[in-house]
């Protein structure tokens, strides 16, 4: 193995012994301030990426309204940041009123859906399970008991989340929808949600600080070596 290999993936651990560990994800609540790296995120996902997030092959200026469009004070969007403060995962959670049909699976006022993506570097790490076991937990906690996704059916990685989730799922003409019954809020899963987002919250500031002062010492070394 490639020495270098070691660091080519910021989250990658090894133990004692060097075999690999799965590393502790966290998931933060994404704000007004991450637009930005939302956009670059999206418009680094390789095409069969976007095409699988999104649907369709969105062109760069349709994902980047998309990012515009995206209303804070409504939808809840949760994100993952490596040790280089790269955004490298986003889940939005979107919410709708419930529409009156007989056949409806809840009887609350509103329902949610889920839409993920995962950057390459960081597959296969649970990053995508940790941001749906967010979305849903942060349901609960809003009094909606209905967490929808919507996917092609092609789609591995949320077909897998689904699927572990216990999600009910119907295919129909290459694509697929599932939902998942959840349970009401209680004490621990409020306190789960709210211990979640303050770690999250320590991580993020520390790894902004350090990027921060790693941005600000190379302009500082580039302004001394240019006047020596």
């Not at 560990?21 to 930005?36: A, G, I, M, N, Y």
Request: net charge positive; hydrophobic share 40%; aromatic share 8%.
């Amino acid at each position: 193995m490639n020495p270098t290999d070691v660091f080519s993936n910021p989250f990658r651990r090894r133990d004692s012994n060097g075999e690999r560990k799965r590393p502790t994800v966290l998931v933060k609540e994404l704000s007004e301030r991450d637009r930005r790296r939302m956009v670059k995120h999206f418009l680094a996902l390789e095409p069969r990426d976007r095409l699988l997030r999104f649907g369709t092959m969105l062109p760069d200026e349709q994902v980047t309204a998309y990012v515009d469009r995206i209303d804070f004070a409504r939808d809840n969007v949760f994100g993952v940041y490596n040790r280089l403060f790269t955004l490298v995962a986003v889940g939005h959670l979107a919410f709708a009123p419930t529409e009156p049909d007989k056949n409806a699976v809840t009887e609350k006022e509103q329902v949610a859906e889920f839409g993920v993506s995962v950057g390459k570097t960081v597959r296969g790490m649970g990053v995508g399970t940790k941001l749906f076991e967010r979305a849903a937990i942060h349901c609960r906690n809003s009094d909606v008991d209905t967490l929808y996704m919507h996917c092609l059916s092609s789609n591995a990685t949320m077909m897998h989340i689904a699927k572990k989730a216990g999600m009910e799922i119907h295919r129909d003409y290459g694509e697929a929808d599932a939902y998942l019954k959840l349970p009401p809020a209680n004490p621990t899963s409020v306190l789960q949600e709210a211990l979640d987002e303050q770690f999250a919250t320590l991580d993020y500031t520390l790894k902004a600080n350090k990027r921060f002062a790693s941005k600000w010492l190379n302009r500082l070394i580039g302004r001394k070596a240019h006047t020596d």
